[in-house]
């Protein structure tokens, strides 16, 4: 993690307090939420989100890297179809509409 904390793109907090301070939401709330986490990890169930997996349980006397996420494609297998002026092929698609980078229909890197 110290690469992306030298890129500022994390953070690290030495108490759940100065996570949940840097969060801007109380300790409790925090605390709350990430023992929920850990009982659903612990037991094998889903939480109230759906979420079945649980790769790893949280120490909330630990350090914590706090990081925002952005979401974003990183790599699509498929997407629209075009043509070689970047307009999308489609019969009931929007007229005058274009595509390039990621949202297209590419294997590989080579991007219009």
Known sequence: LGF???KNMVKQFA??????QHMQVSTEHLQYQLEQYNAAAAGGSSDEFGKQYYPTQFDT???FWL?????VVHYCMG???I???AQVLSDKGIRGLFAAGETVCILGMDYV
């Open 83 to 85: 043509n070689d002026k």
């Open 61 to 63: 006397g630990g350090r």
């Open 4 to 6: 992306y904390a030298s």
């Open 15 to 20: 108490t759940l307090a100065a996570a949940a």
């Open 67 to 71: 990081g925002q996420i952005t979401p």
């Open 79 to 81: 997407g629209l179809e």
